[in-house]
């Protein structure tokens, strides 16, 4: 049974992820390729969320899953906008359209009011353009794997809230980035190198964000809300390697840029499970 | 650069349109319910009926589904709360009106009760309780009923029936006293809840025991 759930909660739709992602990139015109690669996270996401539960009536009754479903019509608007967009406002202004649409399609319980959830789109574009920097100056295998470990953050959140299929989706696609990672490693193509790209630092970006934001929205076990923040920011732990001291040093860089996430995805995670324990502690006494 | 954002527009322009529209939604609304049979009841013989307001302290809700397909989970809630109107016990009619508290589900797990308040199973937030509103009654020999009725659970209404036994009724310094049980079973997926079912995790009929005492008002 729980074969079953890896099987087709996150190895499938993080293969199909990974094929859709690298054949984008690869086909994607000479100097373009970060349109889709988002596109194909999303897919990711999306399809792991759908083998978990049905879209048939999920305005009322699986409104979680409004989370993927924006995610993914986010995805198109920031692919298809970075085809167009050729000025750096212009593919500002992409990052905030897309995110902020996909944050207001969030109508999900704890987010009902349209301006917090217009803020959560806000913050979610925001934490996109700051990660999109250092994905641009750094688009190497460190990156792939820093954000694969900062997309573990949110996941396990969602697990010790008890919500598995919201903690399920969010895993297949820090796997996905992990299977990217390896497939940079066996075949060290150059071409792979811009595979995060803009709409690929969008789409986690706002994947961390919202999916702590529903996370969030539905938790019942009252983790603390710094540690879903804290989740929700994980990627931005790429910015470490970007201190002045170690900036200038690749590999230490490299390094920090993967522990900068790691660090963050775990404080997250480690603030969650003491609440977690002291609470049963104090059940049991 | 207006024109190069033209089709993020117009996309993002669409999912304004969306996001509106899913504002607007509302759950599945609980089809219109006939009315029940304690009003019914009242209209026929006001002056037989008893009101009686359910003991939550003395009443409750257990559930029991397979677990991997092997041994059986029970469950249980706590918050039971509505009103059993009876004419002409033991021989007359039943009315039920019982809602559940769904944020009371316990399995004396923390853990396992953070899951079954996500929205894997019952989603609290957004379905905070469950109910069940009887249409009507038909007295069955000994101390029981046959019950039909509306159980709304997870946004979905079903029409059900069921057997109730009354299980006894006493005078106490605190006023009359009335106890019922009922046990049937419902598939949960016909209510939207299907979180392991088709991996075979968790199985997918559930019994329900629904036990209730009640004073009289």
């Given amino acids: ?259 900068g996430c790691a660090i963050l995805a775990a404080t997250a995670i480690l603030i969650a499970a003491l609440f977690l324990s002291s609470n049963s502690h104090s059940l049991s006494e | 650069m207006f024109l190069s954002l033209a089709p993020t527009l117009s996309i993002a322009a669409s999912l304004l349109f969306i996001s509106v529209a899913n504002t607007q939604q509302t759950p599945v609304a609980a089809p219109t319910v006939a009315p029940t049979t304690a009003q019914t009841t009242q209209n026929k013989s006001a002056a037989d009926s008893t009101v009686w307001k359910i003991d939550d302290t003395h009443s409750m809700g257990l559930f029991r589904v397979q677990h991997s397909g092997a041994g059986m989970f029970w469950g249980r809630f706590d918050g039971v709360t509505g009103i059993i109107t009876t004419s002409g016990i033991p021989t007359g009619t039943l009315a039920l009106d019982v809602s559940i508290d769904t944020n009371s589900v316990s399995s004396a797990n923390k853990d396992l009760d953070g899951h079954l308040r996500s929205p894997d199973f019952f989603s609290v937030k957004e379905f905070p309780t469950m109910t069940f509103v009887s249409t009507s009654s038909k007295k069955l020999p000994g101390n029981m009923w046959e019950v039909s009725g509306n159980l709304t659970m997870h946004g979905v209404t079903k029409l059900i029936t069921t057997n109730v036994e009354m299980t006894g009724q006493a005078e106490s310094p605190r006023g009359k006293k009335i106890g019922f049980e009922t046990v049937f079973t419902i598939d949960r997926s016909e209510f939207g809840m299907s979180y392991g079912v088709e991996k075979n995790a968790i199985g997918n009929s559930v019994r329900i025991t629904v036990a209730l005492e009640a004073g009289s008002s």
């Avoid at chain 1, 996401?45 to 409004?66: C, G, H, K, P, V």
């Avoid at chain 1, 980035?177 to 811009?194: N, T």
């Avoid at chain 1, 595979?195 to 969030?216: E, H, N, R």
Wanted: aromatic share 10%; charged share 10%; net charge positive.
């Fill in chain 1, 1 to 259: 049974m729980e074969l079953q759930i890896l099987l087709f909660g996150i190895a499938l739709p993080s293969f199909v992820g990974a094929a859709f992602g690298i054949w984008f990139m690869r086909r994607t015109q000479a100097g373009r390729p970060d349109c889709f690669v988002g596109l194909a996270l999303a897919t990711t996401l999306f399809l792991s969320a759908i083998s978990e539960d049905s879209l048939i009536q999920f305005m009322a009754l699986n409104r979680w899953l409004w989370f993927p479903i924006s995610m993914l019509l986010g995805a198109v608007v920031v692919g298809a906008g970075l085809l167009f967009a050729q000025s750096p406002l212009a593919r500002t202004l992409v990052v905030l359209v897309s995110t902020i649409s996909a944050a207001i399609l969030l109508n999900i319980p704890s987010w009902e009011i349209f301006t917090n959830r217009l803020f959560l789109g806000v913050g979610a574009a925001t934490s996109a353009i700051f990660l999109a920097q250092v994905v641009k100056r750094r688009a190497n295998i460190s990156t792939y794997i820093a954000l694969s470990l900062s997309l573990i953050g949110p996941s396990v959140l969602a697990m010790l809230s008890g919500f598995a299929k919201l903690a399920i989706p969010i895993g297949a696609v820090s796997f996905c980035l992990g299977i990217i990672s390896l497939i940079h490693i066996a075949i060290q193509s150059k071409s792979l190198d811009r595979a995060v790209g803009l709409s690929g630092a969008v789409v986690i970006a706002s994947i961390a964000a919202f999916g702590a934001a529903t996370g969030f929205g539905y938790d019942t076990t009252n983790l603390p809300i710094s540690s879903w923040v804290i989740a929700a920011i994980a990627p931005l732990g790429l910015w470490l390697g970007e201190f002045p001291m170690i900036r200038s040093r690749t590999t230490l860089s490299a390094w920090a840029r993967i522990c």
